[in-house]
T-cell receptor, first 111, second 114 residues
Framework: LAKTTQPISMDSYEGQEVNITCSHN???????ITWYQQFPSQGPRFIIQ???TKVTNEVASLFIPADRKSSTLSLPRVSLSDTAVYYC????????????FGGGTRVLVKP | EPEVTQTPSHQVTQMGQEVILRCVPI?????FYWYRQILGQKVEFLVS????????KSEIFDDQFSVERPDGSNFTLKIRSTKLEDSAMYFC????????????FGQGTRLTVV
């Protein structure tokens, strides 16, 4: 049973903000939320991780509402090079000895 | 910035041949992983390795697969007798710990079995 649900794909344009929402209705108390990015023909790359409220780094922001049943990855002012697949992982999908990747969200940034 | 390096970047092999994929994890990391991604499909976990032994493996990681850390720096994946369906990108990864810790992935080895 998948722990996370996210849109299959999203299109955007250069300079826009992209928000990808991930649903994780069965998130457990101790679960963290982690996002990875994968460019074509490359390995996944860690973007951001959070537990509650808001986390921001140089790449993205992660917004987590109080009930933690969803989270939103926000990519500010995207460029063509942000075209990638973005994966949301929750709890033991991103802990223990392995990562369990779903299908991710394919983001296409257009000029 | 430290990185995980994998060699070769591309490998073409005949069905039934043995292949060894090589990885150099980040030097202070203690946990090592292999993943694979068949073209157009999800990234799939194969195996994790800690303290010189396998800590977890998936159903994909059958008797045809083995991993080894022959020295202090290399981490290898061996496929004993390759099949056509082994064609995929193989990613090595490493991390400092396991719980809520960033995993660093290499650029991958594209294995093509003909």
């Amino acid at each position: 049973l998948a722990k996370t649900t996210q849109p299959i794909s999203m299109d955007s344009y250069e300079g826009q903000e992209v928000n990808i929402t991930c649903s994780h209705n069965n998130i457990a108390t101790n679960d963290y939320i982690t996002w990875y990015q994968q460019f074509p023909s490359q390995g996944p790359r860690f973007i951001i991780q959070g537990y509650k409220t808001k986390v921001t780094n140089e790449v993205a922001s992660l917004f987590i509402p109080a009930d933690r049943k969803s989270s939103t990855l926000s990519l500010p002012r995207v460029s063509l090079s942000d075209t990638a697949v973005y994966y949301c992982l929750v709890g033991d999908e991103a802990a223990g000895n392995k990562l369990t990747f779903g299908g991710g969200t394919r983001v296409l940034v257009k000029p | 910035e430290p990185e995980v390096t994998q060699t070769p970047s591309h490998q073409v092999t005949q069905m039934g041949q043995e292949v060894i994929l090589r990885c150099v994890p980040i030097s202070n990391h203690l946990y090592f992983y292999w993943y694979r991604q068949i073209l157009g499909q999800k990234v799939e976990f194969l195996v994790s390795f800690y303290n010189n032994e396998i800590s977890e493996k998936s159903e994909i990681f059958d008797d045809q697969f083995s991993v080894e850390r022959p020295d202090g720096s290399n981490f290898t994946l061996k496929i004993r007798s390759t099949k056509l369906e082994d064609s995929a990108m193989y990613f090595c990864a490493s991390s400092e710990a396991t719980l809520n810790t960033e995993a660093f992935f290499g650029q991958g080895t594209r294995l093509t079995v003909v």
